[in-house]
């Protein structure tokens, strides 16, 4: 993970994969929106108003899914059928109508990053430091860096820069950790420091991430071993630790491309991108994903302007050649965002089918660079790919596409759960213990930084607010 982040690209990227990675970010909607300006400016672009199946081609009938790419190979075969399908066929019965919509579907806003962060730490803060932690939360860039110093903030809020500094200090440790680092090694050293209360770090870590990262990135371990006094098979260890388990961006991997602080406020979702069901609705059947395709027709480029092309000459000969390669690497890429999406989610709803069925308990910690690596290719497509996507699943229940990444959310249930169901407050302590006897092992502290996620007061603010309302 480490590596591809600080590598520079070769060459620059091809027209082609630009436009492909542009398109795979976007939901359905989006796209929809991008075909429909491209149809009404480049004459070379044709919508033919007929049914084809977006994945075969095959000419379909006037309802239901395609034939062939619709069914399972093997009823008893455990892989999902993974297609795209045309609009009318994606949102059928199968979809909830608005009066059926849960009154709290999970996940149904999209929040920011600083309120995302925000909310894990406001509970802890005296009332005098919420606005400051605002501040310095809405200070951060699109990697999760802090952007102000600690003087400017200082000066701005008149207080003491060692104030300020013990709270930027706290918020590193929210989720996700590292945040309101002022570069990537800092979020790292914090992340190693968080890592080491449950887990041992390996020999020399700290030392490669303080002193050594350009020669890490270019993997130049003998020099590393040379400076260092220890062999290569040290910092090799040291290295693949790093990139299994550390981020030097910790808003990218960690949240995802919707926590942006310069995203729009909540968006709600109506319809899903895609819906995960059982074939025929029978539970012993295999599970259906469907990907919606927005545009209805075959979208091409114009044969007759194509034909027409002979015709021209000079300026507008360039110009309408121009329109044409512009129309023909649009139905190109996509198909390539399609086909991106189906090999995504044939390997994510295989990895998370427990959560699928049974529910967020049952959430298997997973990291987009790990599904990068089993697809081989960059973090960044996935990120692309997950961003802006719902899902809905079995249960009808419609949720971020990046909840499948969500590495917490099983811990965090399990301490709602624990909470929901005490006969006196249990401290974080007590559920720590508590969680053990679950195989989970986590520190206390981050039993503290789930509790807050889920905006649950700490043991001795639950028995007042029991006192109070008893």
Known sequence: MLQTHYQQPLTAPSAHLAQTMTLLSLNSGELLQKVESELSTNPALELVEERRCPMCKRLLPATGACPICSQPTNLLSDEPIVFVSAPEDFYSSRTLSADEAPEEPFASEMVSLPEYVLRQIAAELAVEDRSLAAYLLSHLDEDGFLTTTILDVARYHHRLPEDIKALIERLKRCDPIGVCSTNPKEALLVQLEVLSES?????????????????????????????????????????????????????????????????????????????????NENPNNPLVVEIIHPIRGTLRVNP???????????????????????????????????????????????????????????????????????????????????????VQLPNRRIVPLSIFFDRSLSQRTLIKEMIASEKRPLSDSEIQENLKAHGVNIARRTVAKYRSMEGILPAHLRHNHSAATG
């Not at 490669?208 to 003998?222: E, G, N, R, T």
């Not at 040379?226 to 981020?247: D, M, P, W």
């Not at 295989?350 to 697809?375: F, H, W």
């Open 199 to 279: 887990v041992e770090i390996p020999p020399f870590t700290r030392e490669i991430v303080s002193d050594h990262l350009p020669k890490l990135s270019q993997h130049h371990y003998a020099e590393i071993a040379r400076a260092l006094g220890t062999s290569n098979i040290k910092v090799q260890t040291a290295a693949a630790f790093i990139s299994e388990n550390l981020n030097p961006f910790p808003a990218r991997a960690n949240w995802g491309d919707l926590q942006s602080p310069a995203a729009s406020g909540v968006n709600v979702y109506h319809r899903p991108d895609i819906l995960i069901y059982h074939l």
């Open 304 to 390: 007759l302007f194509k034909s027409s092309v002979k015709q021209v000459e000079g300026e507008k000969l360039e110009e309408w050649k121009e329109d044409i390669e512009k129309a023909s690497l649009l139905v190109k890429c996509i198909q390539q965002r399609s086909n991106a999406l189906r090999l995504l989610l044939e390997k994510l709803v295989v990895l998370q089918k427990d959560y699928v069925l049974s529910g967020e308990k049952e959430m298997q910690p997973l990291t987009r660079a790990e599904i990068a690596e089993i697809l081989n290719v960059h973090e960044s497509t996935i990120s692309r790919a997950v961003a802006g996507k719902s």
